[in-house]
Structures are given as structure tokens and as C-alpha cells.
């Protein structure tokens, strides 16, 4: 849906491209149930920003904070994320299927 090749998402604020993606969901028949996501990188630590990505992130979904698990890992000096060379992330979505939409 994004590009990195597309210019129009150049510095675009992720929270922005996260509503559009739901929307997408929403008109697809299906709603974001919850969001696990781990964020891999040496620093900056990420439990101190937890609680404010929960947040903004519910916010954004219009879900409650208690369905956004965010954690941060390390690789324990690993790769180019244990180098502090850069910041990896994964992040699975537990859809369900709209009510009264077909399956």
C-alpha cells in the first residue's frame, strides 16, 4: 500500500499510513482485534515509550490500550540491530470478520 519508491510517502506520519491500512481492513469486512509487535534494537530501550505507543496506536485503531502488546527485544549484539546500526520491528494483527459480512 506504501511504497518507500512512491514520493507521496515521504516523510509521512506513520499513525496517518496505519489509519489508512485499517480503513482498507474495515472496507475489506473486517475489524483489528489486536496488535502484538516487538521492536528489535540495542538502544534506545523501548520500555520507557511503551505506554505512549500503546496509546497513540489504540488511539489510531480505536481500540483499547490493552489490545496493543509492544515489547522491545534485543539480539545481543547480533546484526546490524545489535550493532546499533538500525531498528528492526515485527507485528502481527489478529483480524475478525465483521459482523453480518459474509466469511
Known amino acids: 500500500m506504501f511504497p518507500d519508491s512512491d514520493a507521496r510517502h515521504k516523510n509521512a506520519d506513520s499513525l496517518d499510513l496505519l489509519r489508512i491500512a485499517a480503513q482498507a481492513v474495515r472496507s ?34 480505536g481500540l483499547s490500550e490493552a489490545a496493543i502488546g509492544i515489547k522491545g527485544k534485543t539480539t545481543e549484539h547480533l546484526g546490524f ?15 475478525v470478520k465483521q459482523e453480518g459480512t459474509a466469511a
Open 28 to 61: 475489506a469486512g473486517w475489524e483489528v482485534a489486536n496488535i502484538d509487535a516487538v521492536v528489535i534494537a540495542a538502544q534506545p530501550k523501548i520500555a520507557p515509550h511503551v505506554p505512549l505507543m500503546q496509546k497513540r496506536i489504540a488511539a489510531a485503531l
Open 81 to 95: 540491530a545489535g550493532r546499533g546500526e538500525g531498528i528492526a520491528a515485527q507485528a502481527v494483527a489478529l483480524l
